[in-house]
Antibody, heavy 118, light 107 residues
Framework: QVQLVQSGAEVEKPGASVKVSCKAS????????IHWVRQTPGQGLEWMGR????????KYAPNFQGRVTLTRDTPISTAYMELSNLRSDDTAVYHC???????????WGQGTLVTVSS | DIQMTQSPSSLSASVGDRVTISCRTS??????LNWYQQKPGTAPKLLIY???SLQSGVPSRFSGSGSGTDFTLTISSLQPEDFATYSC?????????FGQGTKLEIK
């Protein structure tokens, strides 16, 4: 059973960047896409983008295009999400999730709280 | 973007009740519809994928139906552990979008 373990909570100032990591257990990191979803009380669940762990090809949601960068380090089974030019409304819990090949999200990482505050 | 509208936004029910939650999409998505359960302080959990397929390990009291623009999640007999928030999500096209959630509370 694949598990996704994310890095810890972050506090950043407006205008800064944050990079969250997501490490997959097991030997199946390259089997399926890794997606990133964030959750806020106001906007609910928002899909941010996905990365192909083999090729590194990415697809981003228009709302985040230009500010989000997804990367991966395949030898260590880790994916990364970097969000730049942070604003207060980027305060959210950020999840990495895997698509097991059924166009759905399972499992989910535990979430990383990113707080943007001056 | 495909808009997702869930109803109701909140629901009170009792243990043993049959409950249905609806999800409507702004355009037809065939059966590219998933349902998630989320409890406070935890990540969402996949219940149903492709509108009606039960995820491994999910109790059979959960079921999903629908196609096109109208979908339903049904819990046949509520158990105490089912009180949570339920969200639908379309995987028909990018950007994938979610419903706003239905909070299921104990009556």
């Amino acid at each position: 059973q694949v598990q996704l373990v994310q890095s810890g909570a972050e506090v950043e100032k407006p205008g800064a960047s944050v990079k969250v990591s997501c490490k997959a257990s097991g030997n199946t990191f390259t089997d399926h896409y890794i997606h990133w979803v964030r959750q806020t009380p106001g906007q609910g669940l928002e899909w941010m983008g996905r990365i192909n762990p083999i090729s590194g090809d990415t697809k981003y949601a228009p709302n985040f295009q230009g500010r989000v960068t997804l990367t991966r380090d395949t030898p260590i089974s880790t994916a990364y999400m970097e969000l730049s030019n942070l604003r207060s409304d980027d305060t959210a819990v950020y999840h990495c999730v895997r698509d097991p090949g059924v166009l759905a999200f399972d499992p989910w990482g535990q979430g990383t709280l990113v707080t943007v505050s001056s | 973007d495909i808009q997702m509208t869930q109803s109701p936004s909140s629901l009170s029910a009792s243990v043993g009740d049959r409950v249905t939650i609806s999800c409507r999409t702004s355009q037809s998505i065939s059966t590219y519809l998933n349902w998630y359960q989320q409890k406070p302080g935890t990540a969402p959990k996949l219940l149903i994928y492709a509108a009606s397929s039960l995820q491994s390990g999910v109790p059979s009291r959960f079921s999903g139906s629908g196609s096109g623009t109208d979908f339903t999640l049904t819990i046949s007999s509520l158990q105490p552990e089912d009180f949570a928030t339920y969200s639908c999500q379309q995987s028909y096209n990018i950007p994938y979008t979610f419903g706003q959630g239905t909070k299921l509370e104990i009556k």
